[in-house]
């Protein structure tokens, strides 16, 4: 019997990077409200997220949402109570469950280039990744060149939020980013298996 084709990706997250600071803040509604329809109603009508108009506000809101909305409780503790590295770490932790191109490409890529103590990121890192899986997923050959930059454009702003991506030749260097112990622990009680965006090596996944 086949296998099933994969999910699609969800190449429609442009609309905000990681925006560590705003995803605390929609977290923070969230855990005061108890439910996610009051903490978005609450921010659209304050304009917690500071957008420019009320469409982008909305935009903003929900792509900042559903990322949030798929982490753990303890996660979302860090989130919005701890320090500007573990708040990263987990708007990172958010993106990446919400959109499996970023896992696969910082998994995949990233991980195995530090691996092989490659640091540079180069163009062709990129659009390797991507022609490698546009076989699987043909929505990425449908992109738009205007979309296809963009998205680009706000990859490259999201794993320098997160730590991941710093200056350097070409599109920048390569690096680990900060987990603190508690971000670490937090991220392996839910699945380890997403240890690997963050760069770790199977060995380091596998280890208590």
């Known amino acids: 019997m086949p296998l099933a084709p994969p999910p699609p990706y969800n190449l429609s997250f442009s609309a905000a990077s990681l925006r560590p600071e705003l995803a605390r803040i929609v977290a923070e509604h969230y855990l005061a409200s108890g439910d996610w ?8 009508a304050a304009n917690a997220l500071q957008a420019k108009s009320p469409a982008s506000g909305i935009r903003l809101e929900r792509e900042l949402r559903l990322r949030i909305e798929r982490l753990s409780d303890p ?9 500007a590295d573990d708040r990263a770490a987990m708007a990172w932790l958010a993106t990446m469950k919400q959109n499996a191109l970023l896992f696969e ?26 022609a490698s899986k546009s ?14 930059i963009k998205v680009r454009r706000v990859i490259l702003r999201m794993l320098r939020e997160a730590g991941i991506l710093t200056k350097g030749a070409s599109l920048g ?8 112990i508690h971000a670490d622990r937090a991220i392996r009680a839910d ?16 280890s208590s």
């Open 135 to 148: 076989t699987e997923h043909p929505e990425i050959l449908a992109l738009a060149e205007t979309t296809r």
């Open 37 to 44: 329809p009051t903490a978005k109603a609450r921010i659209l």
């Open 75 to 83: 996660q979302l503790r860090l989130l919005t109570d701890s320090n």
């Open 173 to 180: 260097a390569l690096q680990r980013p900060a987990l603190s």
């Open 105 to 130: 490409f910082a998994g995949e890529v990233l991980r195995d280039k530090l691996a092989g103590h490659d640091t540079s990121l180069r163009p062709s890192d990129y659009e390797g990744f991507l």
């Open 191 to 206: 699945d380890p298996r997403w240890l690997a965006g963050f760069l770790l090596t199977d060995a380091e996944i596998l």
